[in-house]
């Protein structure tokens, strides 16, 4: 399985942003797909996720209301679309896919089998 994440760049507090991930490779309905970030001198941690057989979605309280995942089967991409962006979203955003299947909580990094490299976001003014 190979992710490539894409559609980070510089934005103004309030401002928003779409990335995408594609997905490609050996792939299977059950996988769990999310999106992580880490910002500098932090540790990676959970954002959102969203199952890939049936759409279901989890999402950590910092960005609900904000922040929307969503999957495209057909292209085989999945999306974060981010809006009122803060400051403190600043971080590098990764995609990763969970073989073991998706459940509404915030799972450990080390449950995701595959990652993208990441894609900068910087909100500031």
């Known amino acids: 399985v190979q992710l490539q994440a894409s559609g980070g760049g510089l934005v103004q507090p309030g401002g928003s942003l779409r990335l995408s991930c594609y997905a490609s490779?050996?792939?299977?309905?059950?996988?769990?797909m999310a999106w992580f970030r880490q910002a500098p001198g932090k540790e990676r941690e959970f954002v959102a996720s969203i199952s890939w057989s049936d759409g279901a979605t989890y999402s950590v309280d910092s960005v609900k209301g904000r922040f929307t995942i969503s999957r495209d089967i057909a292209k085989s991409m999945v999306y974060l679309r981010m809006n009122s962006l803060k400051p403190e979203d600043t971080a590098v955003y990764y995609c990763?896919?969970?073989?073991?299947?998706?459940?509404?909580?915030?799972?450990?990094?080390?449950?995701?089998?595959?990652w993208g490299k990441g894609t900068q976001v910087t909100v500031s003014s």
């Open positions: 990763a896919a969970d073989a073991s299947g998706f459940y509404p909580g915030v799972p450990s990094v080390d449950e995701y089998d595959y």
């Open positions: 490779g050996r792939w299977f309905d059950t996988y769990s």
